[in-house]
């Protein structure tokens, strides 16, 4: 009984092995070629990759909690009392990135709804841009396609993931001496950052916060550099590796053998309209770019509807503006977060089941 029960168990976890195998290869091809993230977007790339093939692998959720924790840690550690003054200073445009968010998810309802041929209330938690597992999540409990909303939220993250790290580092010139920077690590600094994260990491979870994992660690970091109650440190790069690593496996890991397959005019849809959203954060980027005298490649990244650790994990490996592009990325998510059932539930919800009553009414059961 004992054996079978432990060749079971290890069958288990023969497919999470297989993943972590697929993912450590993705990143050292992604090292070889020289590649902007290599230890996020190698694992994302070759794990979706052989998903779509039908590759047998899987990845535990506790990896992607992993990932998210290591970035909040390493995002908190920018945050100074110089870096808040400077933010302070342009608490307008991070005014402007959620109002920027706003606009275009009032544009992609429409787009999704007239184009991609989705209900009004699915087209408008797929075009909600916020973290893509919380707008899933509301979508589901308001009772639209949640699948559908995954579609669209997939092909979103994908494709700015795959696209603008590449940009932003042309645009942000050449990066290579940065790359062989040693972090100064204190580990009599990092080793309560990392204890007292994970204590608020559970507040934040048991109050019900979005995104706990990776804000919660952000925000305890974050104060305890803005009080300077522990001198600086770093994290080691093997730490922030295994942390990007964990986040490209598990995002890579979603994609299923029938994705390419499945709604096609929902996913030419989503990938017109994210590439159209991406021309023009590019353009808007560049626009502000001298009038509010910042770098266009942060402005950039803080306005682009991708995903809060994708975009704060590419100013980070870049070095550009990892404070201003984390402060406008976390704004815009907590408003987005907080907005989009309420907007859905006061404009939406209502209209479309009267509509759908008027339908039943009109056309009676034989």
């Keep these: 009984?004992?054996?079978?029960?432990?060749?079971?168990?290890?069958?288990?976890?023969?497919?999470?092995?297989?993943?972590?195998?697929?993912?450590?290869?993705?990143?050292?091809?992604?090292?070889w070629m020289g590649t902007p993230l290599p230890?996020?977007?190698?694992?994302?790339?070759?794990?979706?990759?052989?998903?779509?093939?039908?590759?047998?692998?899987?990845?535990?959720?506790?990896?992607?909690?992993?990932?998210?924790?290591?970035?909040?840690?390493?995002?908190?550690?920018?945050?100074?009392?110089?870096?808040?003054?400077?933010?302070?200073?342009?608490?307008?445009?991070?005014?402007?990135?959620?109002?920027?968010a706003q606009v275009l998810?009032?544009?992609?309802c429409w787009f999704y709804h007239r184009v991609g041929g989705l209900d009004v209330g699915t087209a408008w938690f797929s075009s909600a841009i916020g973290t893509a597992s919380e707008i899933v999540n509301m979508a589901h409990r308001h009772g639209t396609r949640a699948d559908h909303v995954a579609t669209v939220h997939s092909v979103r993250v994908l494709l700015v993931v795959a696209l603008v790290p590449f940009g932003v580092q042309w645009l942000g010139g050449d990066v290579s001496h940065l790359r062989g920077a040693v972090p100064d690590v204190n580990w009599s600094s990092l080793?309560?950052?990392?204890?007292?994260?994970?204590?608020?990491?559970?507040?934040?979870?048991?109050?019900?916060?979005?995104?706990?994992?990776?804000?919660?660690?952000?925000?305890?970091?974050?104060?305890?550099?803005?009080?300077?109650?522990?001198?600086?440190?770093d994290l080691p790069r093997?730490?922030?590796?295994?942390?990007?690593?964990?986040?490209?496996?598990?995002?890579?890991?979603?994609y299923r053998p029938d994705f390419l397959r499945c709604a096609p005019r929902l996913l030419s849809a989503a990938c017109v309209f994210t590439l159209a959203?991406?021309?023009?954060?590019?353009?808007?980027?560049?626009?502000?770019?001298?009038?509010?005298?910042?770098?266009?490649?942060?402005?950039?990244?803080?306005?682009?509807p991708g995903g809060i650790a994708e975009m704060t994990l590419t100013a980070?490996?870049?070095?550009?503006?990892?404070?201003?592009?984390?402060a406008m990325q976390v704004a815009r998510m907590l408003s987005v977060v907080f907005s989009t059932p309420a907007i859905y539930r006061r404009f939406i919800q209502d209209r479309e089941g009267d509509r759908a009553s008027g339908a039943q009414e009109s056309n009676p059961p034989v």
Excluded at 2 to 31: E, K, T, Y
Excluded at 105 to 108: L, M, R, S, W
């Design 39 to 100: 230890w996020l977007l190698g694992p994302l790339f070759l794990t979706a990759a052989t998903r779509v093939a039908g590759m047998p692998t899987r990845c535990p959720a506790p990896f992607n909690k992993f990932g998210r924790w290591v970035i909040g840690l390493s995002l908190g550690l920018y945050f100074s009392a110089e870096v808040m003054q400077s933010l302070g200073q342009h608490w307008g445009l991070i005014l402007a990135g959620i109002l920027y």
């Design 191 to 233: 080793l309560p950052l990392m204890l007292g994260s994970l204590v608020s990491v559970w507040f934040f979870l048991r109050v019900r916060l979005p995104n706990a994992w990776l804000l919660g660690a952000l925000l305890f970091v974050a104060a305890v550099n803005l009080l300077q109650l522990l001198p600086h440190t």
């Design 277 to 304: 959203s991406i021309a023009l954060t590019v353009g808007l980027g560049e626009v502000l770019s001298p009038l509010v005298g910042l770098p266009a490649p942060s402005l950039i990244l803080g306005l682009m």
């Design 1 to 31: 009984m004992s054996a079978v029960a432990g060749s079971s168990g290890a069958a288990a976890w023969q497919p999470v092995a297989r993943g972590l195998c697929i993912a450590l290869l993705g990143a050292g091809l992604a090292v």
């Design 105 to 108: 998810a009032v544009i992609g």
């Design 238 to 254: 093997w730490v922030s590796w295994a942390g990007q690593l964990c986040i490209g496996w598990s995002f890579g890991d979603r």
């Design 316 to 326: 980070r490996a870049l070095e550009l503006g990892v404070a201003m592009v984390t």
